[in-house]
Structure formats: C-alpha cells, structure tokens
C-alpha cells in the first residue's frame, strides 16, 4: 500500500507539473491530492481546533479544510495556496458559502507567509517540504500552537500523537501527525 501511494504522488506531481502556467515566486512543494472529508474532521479533531481560534492550511488546494474549519469548528481559518486556479476555485467556494468572515485563501508561497498568529496548521506536503517549512514554523509558531501532518512527518520534530485509518474504498490508508510547540 505504502508504494501505490508513492507512484500515485509521483504521477500526480508529474502530470501538475507539465500543466503549470502562471505562479507566483517559489515554488510548489507538493502535488494536489485531495484529503478526504473524514480525513479532514480528524485531522481538526487532532488539534483540538476550537472556535476563534486562527487557523492556516499550508497549500489549502480545493479549500476542503479551510471551509469545515471556519463551518464546523468556528475557527477563523485561512489557507495559503500557490496554483491560481485552485485559489481561484477555493476563494469562490467560500464566497458561495457564506463563509468570507471567517475563511481566506492567500494565493501565494507558504515559505512567504507570516504564521506568528496561528493556533493550529494544517498541511499535506511530502516530507521534503515539511522539512523545507519547518525552519520557518519553528521561527514563528507560538508557544502551544499545534500542527496536523497527513502522512507525512517533519524531520527532526518529535509528534505528540499518531493517528492511522485502515484502508479507505479507494485502497489509501491514512495517518495523521500531530506536534505541538
């Protein structure tokens, strides 16, 4: 199972490669893979994300775990997403819903971006690119601020709880990194 995930990941960067256009300075550190709504809510879950509390999802995608945190958590919840049609479709996705006071995506470089005010983050990189972020989280993230990591872990952080889903209907299997700082 572990090498199917792999070769998906790896075709799926492939194929959004060849398709890029547009950017904005850096670079994109990992391929879009959708999270799962039930992989979404446990990742939440894991933080402890409470309402008003500020979170940011590094390479929001579709916008899938800004949106259930700003609807069902009460967070204040802002993605950072480097393809412009995905922030494009994400941003319109909150304004439909409703949810433009409590959700934000930033189009733009997660390595650019100010995270002093966060409660919790989110991402779903590969572990190179966590490995690449995490001298800035280090840097900025406060004291008790907590990071969700799906299936991919940070070098070098040890993680406070690990969470494993058996096999989903599409074959995945899932696991959830949580630290704390």
């Not at 402890?48 to 590094?58: A, H, R, T, V």
């Not at 819903?97 to 390595?111: Q, S």
């Not at 690990?162 to 899932?174: K, L, N, Y």
Request: hydrophobic fraction near 40%.
């Amino acid at each position: 199972m572990m090498k199917r995930r792999w070769i998906l990941l790896a075709l799926l960067g492939a194929l959004a490669c060849g398709q890029e256009k547009q950017k904005p300075a850096g670079e994109n550190l990992a391929p879009f893979v959708p999270t799962p709504d039930h992989v979404v809510k446990k990742m939440l879950e894991l933080a402890e994300l409470k309402p008003g509390e500020k979170m940011f999802d590094l390479g929001s995608g579709d916008g899938r775990i800004v949106i259930m945190a700003a609807q069902a958590f009460g967070a204040n919840a802002t993605g950072v997403e480097y393809d412009d049609g995905r922030y494009k479709e994400s941003s319109e996705r909150i304004r439909k819903l409703g949810l433009a006071k409590t959700a934000r995506i930033i189009r733009g470089d997660i390595l650019q971006q100010d995270y002093r005010s966060a409660d919790v983050i989110t991402v779903y990189l590969l572990t190179s690119s966590n490995e690449k972020i995490r001298p800035l989280l280090e840097a900025q993230l406060k004291k008790g601020a907590r990071v969700v990591s799906h299936d991919f872990t940070f070098p070098g952080w040890n993680h406070e709880k690990v969470f494993h889903f058996e096999e989903d209907d599409e074959g995945r299997m899932h696991t959830l990194y949580l630290y704390k700082r």
